[in-house]
């Protein structure tokens, strides 16, 4: 057995207690392979329960071993490290725009900086060093990606609200290993090669306390690690971060944060959903294992999914049609025959995105379907001309009108800048919002105070009547600050700044 713990430089001996769990799993070491560590850690935690895990540490060490002493420096330890870390959180989330700025990244660079805590805080003062990861089935590099980098924002909130809730120590609750609190030592009455001075305690309540402590002690560490592996990025303008803090310096704040919003909501791969029924695996839940036609995927190379056969003998008399003649699947939403698959369903932006265009049950299969929609307010005469025209030809981006009332169509090519006009037109249109008008009435300006008939003051006049005596006023004000940032027009620039995080939006022309 270890010896007692007494103070602070026995917690430093302590690093060196016995690496039992990562020898149980067959664990490499971190500072051998970071990312394969995390992914055995990962597949062992998954096929582990918390009972296995206290199990494998009370072969080492049992209740007999700690004093009350003990438990009291480890509490206040433990409380040291949690409000070093609270006061960093406070400071990122009140004055640095972290969760902005950490939603831009790209997912390579938010791997890296995760990988790069979980690295430090194996090394950093803990009883269990690299084993504490056993302790944290919350702490993975999969759960903090999810939603582009959401699960990790959502878990540093959660972490400063549970450390910010309480003086005391705090523990941050988990299921998982909460169900292994009150355990018999599974030890005892076992160990007949125990030397006879040595009396082994029947329970584990007082090894799981410490455990609990060394893991939030852990994640702690995690916490303060990962977080200054950011800010380091940030302040030395690294190559990974050098992207997201042009788009920072060179957009509006309000720009970035969009970006990053429906960046968390775009799947990093289609859904897989049963044909018939349309449920994913996650609907029907655990050990279920979708099948597919085995005719199309080797005639076709091809996938329909079911999740059950009988599923798939309902779906018969509509699949046979196609079976293994042409890749033919219903585009459910989400998957693959979705055009859409990439954009979940949570973000307001998105939702505007995918229901625009949906009239009498159909939905939005071609940017062309983010039409106008019923007003929810009420429009202008000129206005509602305007969207009575656009809904009667949906290829047209705006009408504008010649002085002598002739209308021109408006209608733009690239698809990025289509996409974000529509976008916006649709807020403007149904009076869901009134930011947006000043960006459209910059780009038509831009694009079409040339055209023949048509000039600037016809079109500013034009705007006017449909939405408003102020409009001119708003799109002057926005030409103004385009022009002190040295930029082309609003839309332009988000899209080649949006380029920057979600890739070339040229695909959008494909709809």
């Given amino acids: ?46 096929s582990s329960t918390a009972a296995d895990v206290l ?5 080492f060490l049992d209740d007999s071993f700690f004093t009350p002493s003990d438990i009291e420096f480890l509490h206040q330890d433990l409380r040291s490290v949690q409000d070093h870390v609270a006061e960093i959180l406070r400071s990122l989330f009140n004055e640095g725009h972290f969760d902005t700025i950490w939603l831009l990244l790209n997912v390579t660079e938010q791997r890296r900086h995760i990988l790069e805590g979980l690295k430090e805080a194996s090394e950093a003062r803990t009883l269990w060093g690299q084993d504490c990861r056993a302790l944290c089935p919350e702490v993975t590099v999969s759960n903090f990606l999810a939603q582009g980098g959401k699960g990790f924002v959502d878990f540093l909130t959660r972490v400063l609200e549970i450390t910010e ?56 560490h995690f916490v303060m690690f990962s977080a200054m592996s950011i800010v380091r990025d940030i302040t030395n303008r690294s190559e990974g971060m050098k992207g997201v803090l042009h788009l920072m310096e060179n957009t509006e704040g309000y720009v970035a944060r969009s970006l990053a919003g429906v960046k968390t909501t775009l799947r990093d791969k289609p859904l897989i959903r049963c044909e018939n ?64 698959w990439a954009f979940g369903d949570s973000n307001p932006a998105v939702e505007l995105i995918r229901n625009l265009g949906k ?22 005469p000129a206005a509602e001309r305007q ?27 690239d698809p990025g800048a289509k996409m974000v006009f529509r976008i916006n037109r649709g807020m403007v249109m149904t009076k869901t919002g009134d930011t947006g008008l ?39 004000w926005l030409e103004r600050k385009t022009r002190e940032r040295g930029k082309t027009t609003f839309i332009e620039d988000w899209v080649k700044d949006s380029a920057n995080v979600f890739g070339d939006w040229s695909w959008l022309g494909s709809l």
């Fill in 359 to 380: 009239k009498e049950g159909r939905g939005l299969t071609s940017l062309r379907d983010i039409g106008v929609n019923p007003c929810k307010g009420k429009r202008s």
């Fill in 165 to 220: 809730s309480s003086t005391k120590p705090a523990f941050l609750p988990n299921s998982w290993w909460e169900q292994a609190s009150n355990l018999p030592n599974p030890w005892w009455g076992q160990a007949s090669d125990v030397s006879p001075r040595k009396q082994i305690s029947e329970s584990t309540k007082l090894v799981f306390e410490v455990a609990t402590i060394d893991r939030n002690k852990f994640i702690g």
């Fill in 277 to 340: 029924c349309t449920k994913t695996p996650e609907d029907i839940g655990q050990g279920v294992r979708f099948m597919v036609c085995s005719v199309c995927k080797t005639k076709l190379k091809f996938e329909v999914h079911y999740c059950s056969q009988a599923c798939q003998k309902q779906d018969w008399s509509l699949h046979k049609q196609a079976c293994g003649k042409k890749p033919v699947s219903k585009g459910l939403r989400g998957t693959k025959g979705d055009s859409l």
């Fill in 438 to 476: 000043d960006a459209m009435g910059e780009y038509m300006l831009k694009v079409m105070s040339g055209y023949p008939g048509l000039s600037r003051h016809i079109i500013l006049k034009q705007l006017c009547e449909e939405h408003g005596a102020d409009t001119a006023k708003k799109i002057v």
């Fill in 1 to 46: 057995m270890a010896s007692a713990i007494k103070d602070d430089s026995a917690i430093e001996k302590a690093k060196h207690l016995p690496a039992l769990l990562s020898k149980k799993f067959n664990i490499t070491d971190v500072k051998q392979d970071a990312l394969k560590w995390n992914k055995e850690w990962e597949a062992a935690i998954a």
């Fill in 387 to 413: 969207a009575e025209m656009l809904e009667a030809d949906r290829n047209v981006d705006y009408f504008l009108f010649t002085a002598s009332g002739e209308a021109v169509r408006f209608v733009i090519d």
């Fill in 55 to 59: 199990k494998e540490i009370c072969h």
